[in-house]
């Protein structure tokens, strides 16, 4: 899975070498202001082989070249950042130097995304999300989401924490929002998106108390032609001793058994020449 670009410069021939990614980790890490947090990043990076990195609460008004460094390494030199508001949020997107990225990118209040080129030419886009944790706030966010599919089309997958659920079994508990359980559900639904199945845990986050609250917040959304680029793609949860939730990693290309689950959506009626493809 290789693109070559070709430069010449006073008769020499220079071969730049892109990949497509193969594994994207998606993590909270309950803020990046501490050596001990960035080395947990580090150690997750290498022993997942990670190409991108999706951070979410870095708790950082600024995420310089040395922090990136120290967590990362060399071989990550391209990142989009979202700053902190004070000691909470934050987002990080960073990616290996031989990925190819289109250069388009976007900040928006709780997410970032960015625009990746696959090696056959089909440019896809990327957004990393941290969702706000006040109910008004939760409303713009999704609105947030529609504004960003408008603006970024063709394939699309957004992963991170939501801080939102969509169905009651995401709880572990009867204390649910339905109100706003039913936008997000509505939001998946009118943009036409798809949950990739999680594999090794059923809730990404825990409160950590005795009786503790385990939801699922943490997930990976894509739209059918994402999936279409990516049919093998695997979501599979890590383990991490320093956060509250469970950090993700989307293998692209880790589902060898070629079998994939079927699962009707919501959004398939609506869809131009579904109503003919049933009936034939």
Sequence with gaps: HLKHLFFCNIGRVFQLVLMDPTKILICNVRGLNSSARQNSVRELVVSSRADIVCVQETKLADVSRQVLLSMLGTDFSESLFLPSEGASGGILVAWRRHLGSTGLTRVDNHSVSVQFCRDEGQAWWLTCVYGPQSNNEKVLFLQELRDIRAACSGPWIVAGDFNLIYKAEDKNN????????????????DLALKEIPLHGCRYTWSNQQDLPTLVKLDRVLCSV????????????STASEDSDHCPLLL???????????FHFEAFWPKLEGFQEAVQA
């Excluded at 032609?225 to 599979?236: C, S």
């Design 174 to 189: 009867s204390n649910l929002n339905r109100a706003m359980m039913g936008r997000f559900r509505r939001l998946i639904d």
């Design 225 to 236: 032609d994402w999936e279409g680029l990516f049919p093998n793609a695997l979501l599979q």
């Design 251 to 261: 293998g692209l290309r880790d589902n060898k058994s070629g079998r994939r689950r």
